[in-house]
């Protein structure tokens, strides 16, 4: 078990790269803005458990066998990739409708939260930079003196999903609840739909053409 001072400093570095910009909390912005507030944490909880997968394969050593075959890796960002430019092409195909306020959101909240969990956890496993991330960052902040060191990064592993679940679960509320007004217009909600799309394709684009 990693000290109490270890444990904080780790927490703090944590929140503030849960906070920089990047694919995880983008996804969960635009997955908020689009479905609303529910749909977003849905997602969050998808991602969060991506987490405990990636530390899991860096306790266990399968990470760094990733990390080390080029063809792994490649195979790993491709799936991820395509997995995105799926999402990228049911958002500009997504069609504008103009319901009454709340009413989508409630729906779309009630109709898929399992599938939006599943976009998470996809999301997050398919990136081999994380994990990739995971293999140079946890070891770290764990102190072979003090403990197994596959338990102290399971350790870390969940105090980095705490954090991510803190500062991904702010944007989704914020993000949904800014969508919610976006939604009552058709043409809004139109130019949101095509927005996510370009993000997403543009994400698709970066993690196929990522090195290792």
């Not at 991820?80 to 430019?85: D, H, K, N, Q, V």
């Not at 898929?112 to 969990?117: A, D, E, H, S």
């Not at 930079?129 to 592993?157: C, E, N, T, Y």
């Not at 009552?184 to 095509?194: D, E, H, K, T």
Request: proline share 4%; hydrophobic share 60%.
């Amino acid at each position: 078990m990693p000290s109490i001072q270890t444990l904080a400093a780790f927490f703090g570095v944590s929140v503030l790269l849960a906070l920089s910009p990047g694919p995880d909390n983008i996804f969960v912005l635009l997955q908020s803005a689009q479905r609303g507030w529910r749909a977003g944490l849905c997602v969050v909880v998808g991602l969060c458990i991506g987490i405990v997968g990636h530390t899991a394969a860096v306790a266990l050593g399968l990470a760094a066998v990733v990390a080390a075959s080029a063809t792994a890796f490649t195979l790993l960002k491709l799936v991820g990739a395509a997995y995105l430019a799926w999402l990228a092409w049911g958002a500009l195909r997504a069609p504008a409708l103009h319901v009454p306020h709340g009413q989508a959101l409630e729906e779309g909240a009630r109709a898929n939260p399992w599938r939006m969990v599943g976009r998470g956890v996809v999301m997050n496993l398919t990136n081999p930079k994380v994990l990739v991330f995971f293999l140079a960052f946890l070891p770290q902040f764990a102190d072979p003196a003090r403990a197994s060191m596959a338990q102290q990064i399971m350790v870390l592993g969940l105090v980095f999903m705490l954090a991510s679940l803190l500062v991904f679960g702010a944007i989704a509320l914020f993000s949904g609840t800014f969508g919610s007004l976006l939604l009552r217009s058709a043409r809004a909600q139109w130019l949101l739909n095509r927005g996510a799309g370009v993000v997403f394709l543009g994400l698709a684009l970066r993690l196929a053409t990522a090195q290792r």
